[in-house]
C-alpha cells in the first residue's frame, strides 16, 4: 500500500510564498514519477507540476511556470514544491499523487494519492 502525505500549506498573502512537501511511503519511492495537482471550490482537478523519477525532467502547467518549481529527494521520499509570486488565483487544495508514467499531466495516470493541502492567498 503506498501512501502519500501532504504538508506545507496555509495562508498568504499575494506575493508570498510557500513550500509544499510529500513524503511518500510503501513502495520504491524512486520508481514513481510524481505529480502536484490542484482543486478549487466548484472547479475540477488540475494539474500543477511533475517531475521525473529521477528527477531530471520536470513539466509545469503554464499558469505556474517561472513562478513555482518542483523537485524531489530520493534519499527522503519526498517531493516538493515551491510556490513563489503567490495569487489569489492559486488558492486551492493542493494534491501530491504518484505513477508509473510521466511526467504527465494526466491525472488519471497517477494511481496513487493523498488526502491534500489546503493553500489560500489573500489579495
Known amino acids: 500500500q503506498v501512501q502519500l502525505v501532504e504538508s506545507g500549506g496555509g495562508l498568504v498573502q499575494a506575493g508570498g510564498s510557500l513550500r509544499l512537501s510529500c513524503v511518500v511511503s510503501?513502495?520504491?519511492?524512486?520508481?514513481?514519477?510524481m505529480g502536484w495537482f490542484r482543486q478549487a471550490p466548484g472547479k475540477e482537478r488540475e494539474f500543477v507540476a511533475a517531475i521525473s523519477r529521477n528527477g531530471g525532467s520536470t513539466y509545469y502547467a503554464d499558469s505556474v511556470k517561472g513562478r513555482f518549481t518542483i523537485s524531489r529527494d530520493n534519499a527522503k521520499n519526498s517531493v516538493y514544491l515551491q510556490m513563489n509570486s503567490l495569487k489569489p488565483e492559486d488558492t486551492a487544495v493542493y494534491y501530491c499523487?504518484?505513477?508509473?508514467?510521466?511526467?504527465?499531466?494526466?491525472?488519471?495516470?497517477?494511481?496513487?494519492w493523498g488526502q491534500g493541502t489546503q493553500v489560500t492567498v489573500s489579495s
Open positions: 510503501g513502495r520504491t519511492f524512486s520508481s514513481y514519477a
Open positions: 499523487a504518484a505513477g508509473e508514467y510521466g511526467p504527465v499531466s494526466n491525472r488519471r495516470l497517477y494511481g496513487y
